[in-house]
Nanobody, 124 residues
Framework: VRLVESGGGLVQEGGSLKLSCALS????????IGWFRQAPGREREGVSC???????NYLDSVKGRFTISRDGATNTAYLQVNSLKPEDTAVYSC???????????????????WGQGTQVTVSS
């Protein structure tokens, strides 16, 4: 399984980005997808996830600002990030977990496959 993220960049506070996570090498429909971020000197934290049945979870601090989605036709998951704040600055990575059930986890340890990450920098 290979995961490739794209869409990061430098934006001003209040701006938006759309992050993409393309999965290859296996059946996209088998996987729950999670988005995680890690800022310098901080632990990796789960931001959002979407199950194979499209149920979603969000970190409290991003609810109402971030939206996760998935497209089986393109084997891609997305994270729309709006109203960005300087504290959102981090490397954002996607991960995949084989999970045919209805839920998904924000715990990094649950995930087996990881992308290389994409940098999001928010200037004030």
């Amino acid at each position: 399984v290979r995961l490739v993220e794209s869409g990061g960049g430098l934006v001003q506070e209040g701006g938006s980005l759309k992050l993409s996570c393309a999965l290859s090498g296996s059946n996209f429909g088998y996987f729950a997808i999670g988005w995680f971020r890690q800022a310098p000197g901080r632990e990796r934290e789960g931001v959002s996830c979407i199950s194979s049945t499209r149920s979603t979870n969000y970190l409290d601090s991003v609810k109402g600002r971030f939206t996760i989605s998935r497209d089986g036709a393109t084997n891609t998951a997305y994270l729309q990030v709006n109203s960005l704040k300087p504290e959102d600055t981090a490397v954002y990575s996607c991960a995949a977990e084989v999970a045919l059930g209805g839920g998904c986890s924000l715990r990094p340890i649950q995930y087996d496959h990881w992308g290389q990450g994409t940098q999001v920098t928010v200037s004030s």
